[in-house]
């Protein structure tokens, strides 16, 4: 088991792709990759073979192809076929080709401004789910919700798409129109929604002082400059000396780890486990707290509901099996896996999964999520009429706390 104070190379656990531009990146040795000739042939030498294959199938295909095929093949656009082809395969729904118009894309989306209809996706369990729409949003205004299913696109089948190909339909230039065929608990049938496209600028964190001197702190995703963000905010809450924080991340797809990492930190004593990250070979390593707390005793209140994803899921975890805040709201979406983006040749990105994420108690939350400690639902009818029982019921546990 090893230990690390922060990642030693900087990866993602943000599974779901923006809608609204942005990805995951990363950045990874090309030294094993396979060399290209001048001309446009590709070699790959002895030393980079697994398992002794020859690649004999794969060359014979692609001679077949260019000496009869009727029309002109593009070997740019056969190579990121045969890419794509092989991260199907896996049959993993995080493992994506991004080529270099979607990793653009995602540094974009890293950077908070981008444009499209502002909600996250994923898939889970072969279907094409909304994980969150962003505050504010074109998809929030249009009434999308966490785990709506995703059927059609402008009236195609989602399951005749790829990953990319999807989140490529439903991004578009500005004032444009989306129509996504959704389902959802609770409809009869599936319901076209159609949503208008817009500029989409995240703020990542937003804060304030209640009357009742208690902090709201919300976080919508962790981006590059989420720590510093929460940490002028705590500073605010410590100059006006707060009675106690309510941290509200639902709706948060998630975002950079380190961030995450951080985040949690700023609540929990110093070595503190934070995650611990568990690889194909068995090998843990375990994340410990990068920064000194700021309140490590104020008394603290987490939201989550099922938009809550990844890093924010890591923050909601930490803080729980410690003890330090009790969860309200609803189970959270179940992101437990750790992607890595390595940086192609051509400009793209290949997003891997190279491990799964457990909490500081070695609880495996993929697939499943995890349960508030106190279970409130916010229903639709609660929404338009402006009611929050799950905030609400945060601030009486605040008060059960003094």
């Keep these: ?19 609204t531009g942005g990805y995951q990146w990363g950045v990874w040795s090309a030294s094993n990759q396979p060399a290209l000739e001048a001309g446009g042939s590709t070699k790959i030498s002895q030393t980079t073979q697994p398992n002794g294959l020859s690649f004999g199938l794969f060359w014979q295909a692609w001679g077949i192809i260019h000496n009869q095929f009727v029309g002109n093949p593009d070997d740019a656009k056969l190579e990121e076929g045969a890419i794509e082809g092989m991260v199907k395969s896996l049959d993993d729904p995080y493992t994506v080709y991004l080529d270099p118009e979607a990793a ?30 962003l505050p504010d949003s074109p998809a929030e205004k249009a009434g999308l919700k966490p785990q709506d299913e995703v059927q059609k696109i402008d009236g195609e089948s989602v399951a005749e798409l790829t990953f ?13 129109v989306v129509t996504l065929t959704i389902n959802r608990e609770g409809f009869d049938q599936p319901r076209d929604i159609a949503v208008i496209r817009g500029q989409i600028v995240v703020k990542s964190v937003e804060f304030s002082v209640r009357s009742d001197e208690f902090a709201y702190l919300k976080i919508t995703g962790f981006h590059k400059d989420t720590t510093s963000l929460v940490q002028a905010a705590l500073d605010t809450f410590i100059a006006q000396n707060v009675k106690g924080i309510i941290l509200d991340l639902r709706g948060d797809p998630g975002g950079l780890l380190d961030q995450g ?24 390593t375990v994340f410990t707290t990068s920064l000194s707390a700021k309140v490590p005793s104020l008394p603290l209140v987490v939201l989550v509901n099922k938009g809550s994803a ?18 309200v709201g609803e189970t959270t979406f179940g992101k437990g896996s750790v992607q890595q983006l390595e940086d192609l040749r051509n400009g793209g990105q290949l997003k891997v999964t190279v491990a799964h994420w457990l909490t500081p108690k070695d609880r495996l939350i993929n697939g499943t999520g995890i349960d508030p400690d106190i279970i409130v ?6 929404e338009a009429a402006g009611r929050d029982p799950q905030l609400d019921r945060a601030v009486e546990e605040l008060k059960n706390q003094k």
């Design 310 to 327: 990844s890093a924010a899921e890591i923050v909601a975890g930490a803080l729980q099996d410690f003890g330090r805040a009790k969860l």
């Design 261 to 284: 990492i951080n985040i949690a930190s700023l609540f929990l004593p110093t070595d503190a486990v934070i995650v611990k990250q568990k690889n194909h070979q068995g090998e843990v």
């Design 164 to 176: 990319v190909e999807a989140v490529r339909k439903i991004r578009g230039a500005d004032g444009s």
């Design 1 to 19: 088991m090893r230990f690390t104070h922060f990642p030693p190379i900087l990866i993602f656990i943000f599974g779901a792709l923006l809608v």
């Design 377 to 382: 639902v916010r229903t639709d009818e609660d």
């Design 104 to 133: 653009k894309d995602l540094q974009d989306g890293l950077e908070g401004v981008f444009s499209g209809i502002g909600a996250e996706v994923a898939v889970k369990n072969r279907q094409l789910l909304i994980v969150s729409p």
